[in-house]
């Protein structure tokens, strides 16, 4: 899923193998080493905002305030555009949402002002359908689902705001009923992107470092998915349901606190560099070359590791599992310089 989204994957992530993860953790961002594995976080977390930005209509690399604000202009000059060119046409699925609302669990629960003003509402909305001659100017529509939907929201988590967001989604899906074929498509497009929109709006809210600078973690995703809808994430429904649930099960980091298998894979490193060193020579001369091997070996490791012909090799593809690692060696390298030209 990732990679037909263009997120970069690296060998240790795609094969799901720990020890292979640790090493790329903790060789690759050594001195020396190159920093593989800090610039593919850093490249996957651009191209996983990317990805989640297509699904709001955007082309970017990040989801920072500047694509946020550009994203909501345009959505809803959309809505006001085929809302100004289209009348809403109340039907009985109107009747019925307008119903859940004054019946809602809700109602119950509110204040007697509060239940005045819902009730009020829906009397205000038949109003101005009789004096429209039973419809309602797009205009008219979207002002009216523009003012109820700034009340829930000021009103967020309480049972006057769900009341509101009730009267909104009656209207919302109305007028979706009443668009003029022509008009259709675009409509549906523009609810899509905007409730993607939400989503992110939802999932860059929080804090942390990444977050501020406009890139999107997977978890932070996949937590605004589920606030949203629970049920469509656990079905695999939605447009990002596979995209958070790839992202958090692949891309997350490995824990900063494993301090033992960091150690132990550079000291492995060292251990097979030393006595590869001191095989080479003998005496003092012979000793001080296998110091170095062991010290500068992690970091010309972690370098290999996190290059392409290394992350070739380490996650072969249409390889025959009897192909020996030589032959495994030679194709990667191959397939390196066939991309580069040479």
């Not at 809602?104 to 004096?131: C, F, H, S």
């Not at 008009?183 to 990444?210: F, P, V």
């Not at 824990?255 to 492995?268: C, H, K, Y």
Request: hydrophobic residues 35%; proline residues 4%; charged residues 20%.
């Amino acid at each position: 899923t990732l990679r037909q989204e263009g997120v970069s994957v690296s060998a240790g992530q795609a094969s799901g193998s720990k020890p292979l993860r640790w090493a790329e953790a903790s060789l690759s961002d050594l001195p020396f080493a190159g920093g593989g594995a800090r610039e593919l976080a850093e490249r996957q977390g651009r191209e996983f905002s990317g990805a989640a930005a297509r699904r709001m209509g955007e082309t970017a690399d990040n989801l920072g305030p500047d694509v946020m604000t550009r994203a909501e202009d345009r959505i809803g000059g959309e809505f006001r555009r085929l809302s100004a060119q289209n009348t809403m046409v109340p039907d009985a699925g109107l009747g019925r949402d307008l119903s859940q609302v004054l019946g809602g669990y809700y109602m119950r629960t509110l204040e007697p002002q509060q239940k005045a003003i819902v009730t009020d509402l829906v009397a205000d909305l038949g109003q101005r359908l009789v004096a429209n001659g039973g419809t309602l100017p797009g205009e008219t529509y979207q002002a009216l689902r523009s003012d109820f939907s700034r009340t829930a929201k000021q009103n967020t988590g309480t049972a006057f705001g769900d009341a509101m967001r009730g009267l909104r989604d009656a209207l919302d899906n109305n007028m979706t009923r009443s668009i003029h074929p022509d008009d259709a498509a675009a409509w549906q497009t523009a609810r899509r992107e905007w409730g993607n929109y939400k989503t992110l709006e939802r999932a860059m809210s929080g804090a942390g470092e990444a977050t501020q600078a406009g890139i999107l973690s997977p978890q932070a995703l996949r937590t605004a998915v589920v606030a949203r809808d629970r049920g469509a994430y656990v079905r695999g429904e939605g447009d990002f349901a596979d995209l958070a649930r790839a992202g958090a099960g692949v891309m997350q980091p490995m824990p900063q606190s494993g301090t033992a298998p960091r150690s132990a894979i550079q000291s492995i490193v060292q251990m097979l560099a030393g006595g590869a060193g001191a095989g080479y020579a003998t005496g003092s001369a012979g000793t001080g070359a296998a110091v170095a091997a062991a010290v500068a070996a992690p970091s010309l490791v972690g370098r290999a590791l996190m290059s392409r012909p290394g992350q070739t090799y380490m996650r072969p593809r249409g390889v025959p599992a009897d192909t020996t690692s030589k032959e495994r060696v030679a194709r990667a390298l191959l397939g390196y310089e066939e991309q580069n030209g040479r």
